[in-house]
Structure formats: structure tokens, C-alpha cells
């Protein structure tokens, strides 16, 4: 008997296939055209072949931006990941509280990014700004507009307000699923808080911590809007970070092939760098 | 040793979880808490450790009052029915733990956690760790590490109900032989009466926050003090109905009677609620005074080596508990005789009539 070929499947398949088309294919497609193109206009295009990732990889402009996005990214970890533990270890675990707690830390996760940035930018400017004019009242000579090391503090702090809320969530939610039980056996075995964070707490936490430094190394590393409303990338390029740098390129200059070039690499280190990520602190549950 | 709780009770937020508890356990049994979630058996658990601070009341441990005595300094071992263990440490780290908060030597750890691996067949899992071992071993190892220290009251919190059944009759066999040699009150907590039948001892029954009864277990099992303590120490549980004794006959509704013979003729005459467990109603003509009994088939469920059927007696739901395969149609009628020699009477107040 001849099996019967039913092709309705297809069907089925098929509006995933035309949502992931239009969401990531296509788009991902056409900045791939772009990469290997050049154009001066008129929507003419000639052939570029690897020109353009040759440029950008050999361009120390592409290499600055990076750096500066790297220490941006691994600063802002380095503060927010233990930052937020220690607040969702201090958090209360039952009682009215709670909602209060949970709902304080995610205001700032509610707020609108450009929002965010506006809001910083007024607060921190020296003259009117509550926090510039506070801290040029204590003495400290702080410019976020004109001096370099006051623009990075500004962007951190800011950073740190807005998302630290998300590591607090995540490792609160890690640290409620614990079991009371094995607070009271840590009791038994007489283990002061030290070694209970140490050797229950932490290790319970250690999949949603995973999650919350992918989510934030990925969010940090793509971050836009909130430094382009505050500095702007400035004073000079000192905050220009990979994503405004592009779009200085993109529509700034509209170097169309060098910006699509550029993209695919910032793409490329990303999804590198959350797999080593990924690879390292999964590492020993794989053991 | 001994642990002697007077007077406890635990109140939170205005909810007695807890009433006033009197009890004197003692080394070398079992003592089996036994009693529904929620009874309190958990909470009671963490008052005798120093866990749950207690309402009132006193808790006295070889005599010497340790009411307020922090929970490290108590030596106490507890084991709970979610397998806890240090989730990054080995097995061996795990046993090891507790002796190595209390400073012992470092051959002597060792000599004693491999002792401990030996006994509860931990031996080749040693270099593991938790989350690589199935659910027995697990629970295996937060017992060896309960048992590693010597001390002086284990508590056991249901450790065998998240087992599957052929780890958990093998458990049943080996915790009497752990515990057997050593010099400490060991505390049970269970929701199965057959686990406090098999473990003997001493059994306290809980009911809501009571102690019901307290004594040898199989003195609780045969002449339970009242109904619940009854009904908590039954599984299926006890079937019930209310009687008439007029003269030297015990009337059950309109049809059913009996003798009532020996002790029983002094009762006075009067309402009374009669227990009987299910396996003293049976399809075979059993017991002393097997009596006729019958009511339409609700539910059969057949083991093989035993069949149970739930029928309606006179508007009682009640369970029998045969030998061997007996099939019964839903909703047919079912003729079985219940050994009525066996039965308990109950006054209007609920407490055992004394015979």
C-alpha cells in the first residue's frame, strides 16, 4: 500500500515561519546585503565583498568604541550582580513587607528608557540638577557635560539605579524557592549566616544568577537610548558606546555598508561572549 | 536520656497550633508522632528541637530544663521529608559536615563517615554529589548525616514519604537496626499508621494540635482512649455506627443485633457510637462473633492478596478489608460479616467505654 503524503502539516508551520521571517530573518538579511555592498545613492549598489569588515576590524575607532563598551558592560556587572544579591538577601522573605519591597524595586524597570535618561540628565546637571548642584554645594568639582570621569559616573549610576531592580528580583525569587527546611537544618548544624550564604543560598541561586547576568550583560552591551538621552556619547566620544557609535555611522554619516559590517561583528561578539558566559557558570552542573 | 515536654503550646498570631502538650519520651524505642498534615506533628517537632520557640510551657532534657536553650547548643539531628543536603558539597562532605562544625580530627571524620557510608550503602556514592543521586540515596545521605554525631535526639520528619514504596520498606527494615545501638530519644513523625505499628515503641497520637493519646504503641492500637484517636490510628479508617444497648442486646439500626457478652452485659444500657476496624469486617466467616452485614458496593479496590470494599451500612460508609481476590459490582449488594467481638464502644462524650 502506498503511504499517503498529507502535506496540510506545512500549514501549521507555516505562520511561525512568516513571524520569525519578518522578525529576524529578513531584517538579519538585509543588514547582510548591506554589509557586502557599497552605495553612493540612487539606490545603486555594487558588489564590496569583505571590504567593510576589513575596515571596521582594522579601525581604531571601531576598536575604542569597544573597549569603552566592554568596561562600560563588565563595570556595571561587577556592581550590579553582588549589589543585588545583597539587597534580595536583606529583603523580607514573609510578612506585609513583601509587596511593598517588590514593588519599590521594580518602579525604576517600569520607567521608559528615554524617560530614564531625561530624568538623569536634568538631576545630575551642575547648575540645577539635584544631584550636580549637591555635590558642587559639598565641594566636588562634578561636570557631567565637560569632564570625562564625571560623564562615566553619571552613566553608571544610572545604570546601576535602573537595573539593579532586576538582579534584586531575580535572585529574591531564587532565595524564596529555598525550602525552610534547609535554614533549620544549616541551625542545627550550628552554620552562621556566612556559611549558609555560602553553601546554601548561593549555590540555589546560582541558575537565576546565570539568568540575570546573561539578561544583563546582553541589555548592557545593546544600551542606547539611556546613555545617547544623558551624554549623548559625549564630552568628545568618551561615552560613545558601540550602539550610538553605529548609529553615527549608520545615520549619522550614512555609511550604509561599514554600519551593516559593524552590526554583524557587535551581533557576533555578543553572542560569543553570552556563551562563555553561559559555558563557564554552567560548567560544574554539567560535572 | 529523656525529653519531657510539660505544659507546651504554641500560639501564632492568635492561632493555638499547639495545645498544651505533656509528654515524657524515652531513649531506646521509637516515639511516633502520628497524625494528619496539619495535626502539628512538624511544629511539635521543632518545639523538642529548639527550632520554634514554645508559647508556654517547659521542655526538660535528662531533667535539666533547656526551654530556652538555642538549637545548636541541644545536639539534636533532624531529618525532613524533602531530601536536604548541601547541594555543592560531596556525599562525603555532606555526612561529614556536622563533625566538622564540631572540630572532630580529621582520621576520625573520616573513619566515622565511612562507617556511616557503609551502613546505609552510600560506599561507591561518596564522591558525588546530591543532585546526581536518585531520591533514597539522597534522603540516605541527610540520614547518615543525621546520624554521623552522637546525638541526643533525632527527629525524624516523615523521611520515608517522598520514597517510592520499594525504598521505603527497605528503609522501614534498616532505620530500627541504625537506631537500635544508640544512646539517644529518637522522635517519629508519620502520617501512616502501619509505619507506627511497624516501628512499635511508643505512639502519641495528634489531632489539630492535640495530643490525643500517648503510650505503647500496640496498647494505642488496641484500646484507643477515644474516637479520634481511634480514627487517626486506623488505615482504612475505623468504621463507625451508632448503637443501642437495651438488656444483653446491642441493636444496630432496625435488623442488625447482638449479644453483648462478658464485660460487655455490665455497659449500661443506652446510645453508643461502635467502632470496628475494616479488617474485622471480611467476606469470610471470621472471629468469634461474626454477625451479618450488609449494604450496596461503592468502590472495590483489589490488591490480590487482599480486597477492600467500601459499601453504605445503614448510611455509614463503611470499609471492608478481606483476604484474597473478592469481586464486588458497583452498586450491587454485598454480604459480609463483621466480628463484632472485636468492636469498640464509644459514649455520647466520644471516649472508650472501659470494660
Same mark, same amino acid.
Given at each position: 500500500?502506498?503511504?499517503? @503524503?498529507?502535506?496540510?502539516?506545512?500549514?501549521?508551520?507555516?505562520?511561525?515561519?512568516?513571524?520569525?521571517?519578518?522578525?529576524?530573518?529578513?531584517?538579519?538579511?538585509?543588514?547582510?546585503?548591506?554589509?557586502?555592498? @557599497?552605495?553612493?545613492?540612487?539606490?545603486? &549598489?555594487?558588489?564590496?565583498?569583505?571590504?567593510?569588515?576589513?575596515?571596521?576590524?582594522?579601525?581604531? *575607532?571601531?576598536?575604542?568604541?569597544?573597549?569603552?563598551?566592554?568596561? /562600560?558592560? &563588565?563595570?556595571?556587572?561587577?556592581?550590579?550582580?553582588?549589589?543585588?544579591?545583597?539587597?534580595?538577601?536583606?529583603?523580607?522573605?514573609?510578612?506585609?513587607?513583601?509587596?511593598?519591597?517588590?514593588?519599590?524595586?521594580?518602579?525604576?524597570?517600569?520607567?521608559?528608557?528615554?524617560?530614564?535618561?531625561?530624568?538623569?540628565?536634568?538631576?545630575?546637571?551642575?547648575?540645577?540638577?539635584?544631584?550636580?548642584?549637591?555635590?558642587?554645594?559639598?565641594?566636588?568639582?562634578?561636570?557631567?557635560?565637560?569632564?570625562?570621569?564625571?560623564?562615566?559616573?553619571?552613566?553608571?549610576?544610572?545604570?546601576?539605579?535602573?537595573?539593579?531592580?532586576?538582579?534584586?528580583?531575580?535572585?529574591?525569587?531564587?532565595?524564596?524557592?529555598?525550602?525552610?527546611?534547609?535554614?533549620?537544618?544549616?541551625?542545627?548544624?550550628?552554620?552562621?549566616?556566612?556559611?549558609? /550564604?555560602?553553601?546554601?543560598?548561593?549555590?540555589?541561586?546560582? *541558575?537565576?544568577?546565570?539568568?540575570?547576568?546573561?539578561? *544583563?550583560?546582553?541589555?548592557?552591551?545593546?544600551?542606547?537610548?539611556?546613555?545617547?538621552?544623558?551624554?549623548?556619547?559625549?564630552?568628545?566620544?568618551?561615552?560613545?558606546?558601540?550602539?550610538?557609535?553605529?548609529?553615527?555611522?549608520?545615520?549619522?554619516?550614512?555609511?550604509?555598508?561599514?554600519?551593516?559590517?559593524?552590526?554583524?561583528?557587535?551581533?557576533?561578539?555578543?553572542?560569543?561572549?553570552?556563551?562563555? &558566559?553561559?559555558?563557564?557558570?554552567? *560548567?560544574?552542573?554539567?560535572? | 536520656?529523656?525529653?519531657?515536654?510539660?505544659?507546651?503550646?504554641?500560639?501564632?498570631?492568635?492561632?493555638?497550633?499547639?495545645?498544651?502538650?505533656?509528654?515524657? =519520651?524515652?531513649?531506646?524505642?521509637?516515639?511516633? =508522632?502520628?497524625?494528619?498534615?496539619?495535626?502539628?506533628?512538624?511544629?511539635?517537632?521543632?518545639?523538642?528541637?529548639?527550632?520554634?520557640?514554645?508559647?508556654?510551657?517547659?521542655?526538660?532534657?535528662?531533667?535539666?530544663?533547656?526551654?530556652?536553650?538555642?538549637? %545548636?547548643?541541644?545536639?539534636?539531628?533532624?531529618?525532613?521529608?524533602?531530601?536536604?543536603?548541601?547541594?555543592?558539597?560531596?556525599?562525603?562532605?555532606?555526612?561529614?559536615?556536622?563533625?566538622?562544625?564540631?572540630?572532630?580530627?580529621?582520621?576520625?571524620?573520616?573513619?566515622?563517615?565511612?562507617?556511616?557510608?557503609?551502613?546505609?550503602?552510600?560506599?561507591?556514592?561518596?564522591?558525588?554529589?546530591?543532585?546526581?543521586?536518585?531520591?533514597?540515596?539522597?534522603?540516605?545521605?541527610?540520614?547518615?548525616?543525621? =546520624?554521623?554525631?552522637?546525638?541526643? =535526639?533525632?527527629?525524624?520528619?516523615?523521611?520515608?514519604?517522598?520514597?517510592?514504596?520499594?525504598?521505603?520498606?527497605?528503609?522501614?527494615?534498616?532505620?530500627?537496626?541504625?537506631?537500635?545501638?544508640?544512646?539517644?530519644?529518637?522522635?517519629?513523625?508519620?502520617?501512616?499508621?502501619?509505619?507506627?505499628?511497624?516501628?512499635?515503641?511508643?505512639?502519641?497520637?495528634?489531632?489539630?494540635?492535640?495530643?490525643?493519646?500517648?503510650?505503647?504503641?500496640?496498647?494505642?492500637?488496641?484500646?484507643?482512649?477515644?474516637?479520634?484517636?481511634?480514627?487517626?490510628?486506623?488505615?482504612?479508617?475505623?468504621?463507625?455506627?451508632?448503637?443501642?444497648?437495651?438488656?444483653?442486646?446491642?441493636?444496630?439500626?432496625?435488623?442488625?443485633?447482638?449479644?453483648?457478652?462478658?464485660?460487655?452485659?455490665?455497659?449500661?444500657?443506652? %446510645?453508643?457510637?461502635?467502632?470496628?476496624?475494616?479488617?474485622?469486617?471480611?467476606?469470610?466467616?471470621?472471629?468469634?462473633?461474626?454477625?451479618?452485614?450488609?449494604?450496596?458496593?461503592?468502590?472495590?479496590?483489589?490488591?490480590?492478596?487482599?480486597?477492600?470494599?467500601?459499601?453504605?451500612?445503614?448510611?455509614?460508609?463503611?470499609?471492608?478489608?478481606?483476604?484474597?481476590? %473478592?469481586?464486588?459490582?458497583?452498586?450491587?449488594?454485598?454480604?459480609?460479616?463483621?466480628?463484632?467481638?472485636?468492636?469498640?464502644?464509644?459514649?455520647?462524650?466520644? %471516649?472508650?467505654?472501659?470494660?
Amino acid at each position: 500500500m502506498a503511504k499517503t @503524503e498529507n502535506q496540510k502539516a506545512w500549514f501549521f508551520v507555516l505562520p511561525v515561519l512568516i513571524l520569525v521571517a519578518f522578525n529576524a530573518i529578513i531584517p538579519l538579511m538585509t543588514v547582510v546585503n548591506y554589509s557586502v555592498q @557599497e552605495t553612493f545613492g540612487n539606490n545603486d &549598489f555594487f558588489w564590496a565583498g569583505v571590504v567593510w569588515f576589513e575596515e571596521i576590524l582594522h579601525s581604531s *575607532r571601531f576598536h575604542d568604541s569597544l573597549m569603552r563598551q566592554l568596561t /562600560f558592560t &563588565f563595570t556595571i556587572l561587577a556592581i550590579e550582580i553582588p549589589l543585588g544579591v545583597i539587597i534580595a538577601l536583606a529583603m523580607p522573605r514573609k510578612g506585609p513587607w513583601v509587596p511593598v519591597c517588590l514593588i519599590l524595586m521594580s518602579l525604576p524597570l517600569l520607567i521608559p528608557w528615554n524617560v530614564v535618561g531625561a530624568m538623569w540628565n536634568i538631576f545630575a546637571l551642575p547648575d540645577i540638577g539635584m544631584l550636580g548642584r549637591m555635590l558642587n554645594e559639598m565641594g566636588f568639582d562634578y561636570n557631567f557635560t565637560r569632564q570625562v570621569g564625571d560623564a562615566w559616573f553619571t552613566l553608571i549610576l544610572m545604570d546601576v539605579w535602573h537595573w539593579t531592580s532586576l538582579v534584586v528580583l531575580l535572585a529574591y525569587a531564587g532565595l524564596v524557592s529555598i525550602p525552610d527546611a534547609y535554614y533549620q537544618a544549616a541551625k542545627i548544624d550550628g552554620a552562621n549566616s556566612l556559611s549558609i /550564604f555560602r553553601y546554601i543560598q548561593l549555590p540555589k541561586m546560582k *541558575r537565576v544568577l546565570t539568568i540575570a547576568v546573561l539578561l *544583563r550583560f546582553m541589555d548592557s552591551f545593546n544600551i542606547y537610548t539611556e546613555p545617547f538621552v544623558l551624554t549623548g556619547g559625549g564630552p568628545g566620544n568618551s561615552t560613545t558606546l558601540l550602539s550610538i557609535d553605529l548609529v553615527k555611522i549608520a545615520l549619522g554619516q550614512f555609511d550604509l555598508g561599514p554600519a551593516a559590517a559593524m552590526s554583524l561583528i557587535y551581533f557576533l561578539v555578543i553572542l560569543l561572549l553570552s556563551w562563555v &558566559f553561559y559555558t563557564l557558570m554552567m *560548567r560544574n552542573e554539567e560535572q | 536520656m529523656s525529653l519531657e515536654l510539660k505544659g507546651v503550646s504554641k500560639q501564632v498570631d492568635g492561632e493555638t497550633h499547639i495545645y498544651p502538650t505533656d509528654l515524657k =519520651l524515652e531513649t531506646g524505642s521509637f516515639n511516633m =508522632l502520628l497524625g494528619t498534615t496539619g495535626s502539628g506533628k512538624t511544629t511539635l517537632m521543632q518545639i523538642m528541637a529548639g527550632l520554634e520557640p514554645v508559647s508556654s510551657g517547659q521542655i526538660f532534657f535528662n531533667g535539666a530544663d533547656v526551654t530556652g536553650v538555642p538549637v %545548636q547548643k541541644r545536639n539534636v539531628s533532624m531529618v525532613y521529608q524533602q531530601f536536604i543536603n548541601y547541594p555543592n558539597f560531596t556525599v562525603f562532605e555532606n555526612i561529614a559536615s556536622p563533625l566538622r562544625v564540631a572540630k572532630v580530627p580529621e582520621a576520625e571524620i573520616k573513619r566515622r563517615v565511612d562507617e556511616m557510608a557503609e551502613l546505609m550503602k552510600l560506599g561507591p556514592m561518596l564522591q558525588r554529589r546530591p543532585s546526581e543521586l536518585s531520591g533514597g540515596q539522597q534522603q540516605r545521605t541527610a540520614m547518615a548525616r543525621a =546520624l554521623v554525631k552522637d546525638s541526643s =535526639l533525632v527527629l525524624l520528619d516523615e523521611p520515608l514519604a517522598n520514597l517510592d514504596f520499594k525504598l521505603r520498606e527497605e528503609l522501614r527494615d534498616e532505620l530500627p537496626k541504625l537506631i537500635a545501638k544508640r544512646n539517644c530519644v529518637v522522635v517519629y513523625a508519620t502520617t501512616e499508621p502501619i509505619e507506627a505499628l511497624l516501628f512499635a515503641g511508643h505512639t502519641a497520637t495528634l489531632h489539630q494540635g492535640r495530643v490525643t493519646q500517648f503510650g505503647p504503641t500496640s496498647d494505642i492500637y488496641r484500646t484507643p482512649k477515644d474516637l479520634i484517636s481511634a480514627k487517626v490510628f486506623s488505615e482504612p479508617p475505623i468504621n463507625t455506627a451508632k448503637v443501642v444497648k437495651e438488656g444483653n442486646v446491642i441493636k444496630l439500626g432496625s435488623d442488625i443485633k447482638w449479644e453483648a457478652k462478658g464485660n460487655l452485659s455490665n455497659m449500661k444500657d443506652g %446510645q453508643y457510637t461502635f467502632g470496628i476496624r475494616p479488617h474485622h469486617v471480611t467476606a469470610q466467616e471470621l472471629g468469634e462473633q461474626a454477625i451479618k452485614v450488609e449494604g450496596s458496593v461503592q468502590i472495590t479496590e483489589i490488591s490480590g492478596s487482599e480486597s477492600v470494599v467500601h459499601f453504605n451500612m445503614h448510611g455509614n460508609s463503611w470499609v471492608s478489608q478481606s483476604h484474597g481476590v %473478592q469481586y464486588h459490582d458497583v452498586g450491587s449488594v454485598a454480604h459480609l460479616f463483621a466480628d463484632v467481638s472485636q468492636g469498640l464502644y464509644f459514649d455520647d462524650k466520644d %471516649q472508650l467505654v472501659s470494660l
